[in-house]
């Protein structure tokens, strides 16, 4: 189970680093240029490989445990958009992670 957690890590890192350059590309307005496209392709190369690792986990593991768990992208999301982005995080977003964190943890216990 270790390796298939790991994976799920990854695949879910993976898809909010996609939504990182999503958000990216509409930093200057939303209006098709070369800023917006690299970041478009960027943000859809992580998120398809993270995708792609997505479907590999969900080959192995039940779908009641692998599609529960990508709500762990929001744990990552929430510090890409801290550090990167400097959004500021409310103590009612920690404590939705928290939750987020504790479902993730009985779900595969």
Known sequence: MIKWGLLIMVFTLLGAIGGYFFKKATSHGFSINGYVMK???????????GAILNIITLNYLPYTIVFPLTSI???????ISYIFL????????????LFIVIGSFLLVT
Do not use: A, D
């Not at 400097?86 to 992670?97: A, D, Q, R, T």
């Open 39 to 49: 970041n478009l392709i960027i943000g859809g190369s992580f998120y398809g490989i």
């Open 73 to 79: 992208t929001y744990v990552w999301t929430m510090l």
């Open 86 to 97: 400097s959004e500021l995080i409310s103590m009612k977003k920690i404590i939705g992670l």
